[in-house]
């Protein structure tokens, strides 16, 4: 590959005409104050993979907040700035963002075999990156529009599949590249270059790791978990010992790693139907990466990864809830009583924990109830509500939650399914409850064994 190309054409099937304006008008604004702008990172490599991405980083050679404000303006945009890291963040009125950094030279300590010649604050800039894929940068200035600067071997290692760091001590200066190189090699089906490998092992066995903080990690393992290769990664993560150096806990056995695989399935199904509301993924794969820990052990995790108080408590709450739930569900199991039973059982719990105790099921018709739960019960109204009930007379108070109860359960389960059965059932469920009835009132319809 040219280490000039330009890939001016290629932009023009991949991008929306609007982003090329957009980005042609960056080099024209940079040009004006002096300055080159360059795009860079995951938005160049992922033109020459036909990856849809509008993330959009630049990079100026110059005073990049001064750059922000003058696109910004240009456009009506907003910008936020970071004057300690040279940065800005500028939001068009169209929702699209620019992330801009000023391209900085005093980084590093430049290799002395090298021909200072070739020194320019944009390769510096590139050379401080994670890997050679990223290191690519796109000449937006006019006349040279759409010329590659490719100077670390980037277009080879693209069409080879390769994940490459660009110098040895890349892992040490971050380790959390380590989870970055897994999370691309999965997702664009690359593979990880043999020297690289090689520095990762080095980096595993140095404990590079422990010296990282819980939130990076935290923040980088999100990622994966939000990667549609998601079991690949960790299993890739899980072979370089990467997993149980974050910390030993996080191990994948047989168990766990089935129901992860199951929890990407129903976790597609979830999405699929576009049913709501939203899943937290990161919840929801962290349940199965800990499945079977004890109590203490999920803390000790859940510290590492720098969970909140607030986190860790509601995680261990569901926990706990997830417990509960599935003690009903094995009663139903044995019983096979009725779906209110169901409905009753997964009620109490976060959409995650649902997705969760139905890929942790082996039954296909625990399966099936709880598909059912999900699509139809759990959104299913009750044709009365209570206001109904107060006109029957019933004051507020506990008896109010357990009529209601006890009509959603006929009407789940087929013995109050229109207005005026659900109607007469509350009259004489509130009958039932008169002095003397203790408010412990059984419904006239008694469950239908299934
Ligand atoms: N980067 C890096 N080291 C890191 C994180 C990021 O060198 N630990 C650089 C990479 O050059 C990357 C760029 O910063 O391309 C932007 O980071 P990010 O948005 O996280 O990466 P993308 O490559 O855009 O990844 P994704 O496709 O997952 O958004």
Same mark, same amino acid.
């Given at each position: ?14 991008l929306?005409g609007s ?5 042609? @008008? ?6 004006e104050l002096? %300055? =080159? ?7 160049? #490599?992922?033109?020459l993979? +036909?990856?849809?991405n509008l993330?959009?980083?630049l990079?100026?050679?110059?005073d990049?907040? #001064?750059?922000?404000h +003058? ?15 040279? *940065?800005?963040v500028?939001?068009?009125p169209?929702?699209?963002?620019i992330?801009v +950094?000023t391209?900085?030279? &005093?980084y590093y300590?430049?290799?002395? +075999?090298?021909p200072?010649? &070739? ?12 890997f050679?894929?990223n290191?690519l940068?796109l ?22 599949k390769t994940?490459?760091?660009l110098?040895?001590?890349?892992f040490?200066e971050?380790?959390?590249r380590i ?17 690289t490998?090689r520095l990762?092992k080095?980096a595993?066995?140095?404990n590079l ?13 999100q ?5 549609? /290769?998601?079991?690949?990664? $960790?299993?890739?993560?899980q072979?370089?010992?990467?997993l149980a ?11 766990r ?8 399935k129903v976790?597609?199904? %979830?999405r ?7 899943? /937290?993924?990161w919840?929801? %794969?962290?349940?199965?990466?800990t499945?079977?820990?004890e #109590? ?5 995790v ?7 108080d607030?986190? $860790? ?15 009903r569900?094995m009663?139903?199991a ?8 169901i409905?009753f059982?997964l ?8 997705l969760?105790?139905?890929? #942790?099921?082996?039954?296909?018709? !625990?399966? =099936?109830?709880?598909?059912? %739960?999900l ?16 006109? !029957?007379?019933? =004051?507020n108070g ?5 009529v209601?109860r006890?009509?959603?359960a006929a ?6 399914v229109t207005?005026d059965? @659900?109607?007469?059932?509350a009259?004489? $469920?509130i ?5 003397g009835?203790?408010? *412990?009132?059984?419904?006239q319809?008694?469950k239908?064994?299934r």
């Open positions: 590959p040219k280490r000039d190309r330009n890939i001016r054409s290629v932009m023009r099937t991949r929306p982003i090329i304006a957009l980005l042609e @008008q960056a080099g024209l604004l940079a040009k002096g %300055y =080159k702008v360059y795009a860079v990172g995951g938005f160049v #490599r992922d033109i993979l +036909a990856r849809p993330d959009i980083d990079v100026v050679e110059g990049g907040i #001064r750059f922000a +003058a696109l910004s303006q240009a456009r009506q945009g907003r910008v936020k700035e970071h004057q300690k890291f040279k *940065t800005a500028v939001v068009f169209d929702g699209q963002r992330d +950094a391209a900085r030279l &005093e300590e430049y290799p002395t +075999a090298l200072t010649v &070739e020194l320019s604050s944009i390769k510096m800039d590139l050379y401080r990156r994670d050679s894929i290191a940068a000449n937006l200035s006019p006349g040279h529009f759409g010329q590659l600067m490719d100077f670390f071997g980037s277009q080879r290692d693209i069409k080879e994940i490459r760091v110098h040895s001590l890349s040490v971050d380790p959390t989870l970055r190189a897994v999370r691309f090699e999965q997702r664009f089906n690359f593979r990880i270059d043999g020297q490998l990762i080095n595993v066995q140095l790791f422990s010296r990282l903080s819980g939130a990076r990690i935290a923040h980088e393992l990622l994966i978990l939000d990667e549609e /290769n998601v079991l690949e990664c $960790l299993s890739r993560l072979d370089l010992k990467l150096a974050i910390h030993p806990q996080l191990h994948l056995d047989a168990d790693t089935r129901v992860l695989m199951e929890l990407r976790h597609d199904w %979830y699929l139907l576009y049913l709501e509301p939203p899943v /937290n993924t919840k929801l %794969y962290m349940l199965g990466l499945m079977g820990a #109590r203490d052990s999920l803390e000790l859940c510290r590492r990864l720098r969970f909140s607030r986190e $860790l408590r509601e995680f261990l709450a569901l926990r706990d809830l997830l417990g509960e739930s599935l003690a569900l009663t139903w044995e019983t096979q009583s009725s779906m209110s039973d409905y059982a009620d109490p719990l976060p959409v995650e924990g649902v969760f105790l139905m890929a #942790r099921s082996r039954r296909e018709i !625990m399966r =099936k109830n709880i598909s059912q %739960y699509t139809r019960l759990r959104t299913q109204e009750l044709l009365i509500d209570g206001s109904d009930l107060k006109i !029957m007379g019933l =004051k506990p008896n109010f939650a357990r209601l006890k009509v959603r009407a789940i389960d087929g013995a109050a207005r059965k @659900q109607v007469e059932l009259k004489s $469920l009958r039932g409850l008169e002095p009835g203790s408010g *412990t009132a059984e419904p319809t008694a239908k064994p």
